[in-house]
């Protein structure tokens, strides 16, 4: 399986079985241009993955990462769910 098959089959399973309260993703955007974004997928029995998380390299290493790990676990706080899996895609 290609890498662009790989996101796009996980991209439309976020889609399909996207849930409000279970899911989150956040958008980094710079001058209208996304340069990065988190998403949080719901998994069985209360859980939760960090299925993707990305950043245009040349806005690496600026906190950005870290911002977007603080939205990630504030999310989780507010939902009380089970410790998550952690499936990361990174470049």
């Known amino acids: 399986m290609s890498f662009e098959t790989y996101v796009a089959l996980g991209l439309n399973e976020f889609y399909k079985n996207f849930d409000?309260?279970?899911?989150?993703?956040?958008?980094?955007?710079?001058?209208?241009?996304?340069?990065?974004?988190?998403?949080?997928?719901?998994?069985?029995?209360?859980?939760?993955?960090?299925?993707?998380?990305?950043?245009?390299?040349?806005?690496?290493?600026?906190?950005?990462?870290?911002?977007f790990m603080n939205i990630f676990m504030a999310f989780l706080n507010t939902r009380a769910i089970n410790p998550p899996i952690y499936g990361l895609l990174m470049n």
Request: overall charge positive.
């Open 20 to 67: 409000i309260a279970r899911d989150c993703v956040s958008i980094c955007e710079h001058y209208n241009n996304i340069v990065g974004f988190v998403l949080l997928m719901h998994r069985e029995n209360n859980s939760a993955q960090l299925r993707y998380f990305y950043l245009e390299p040349e806005y690496r290493g600026i906190v950005l990462g870290k911002k």
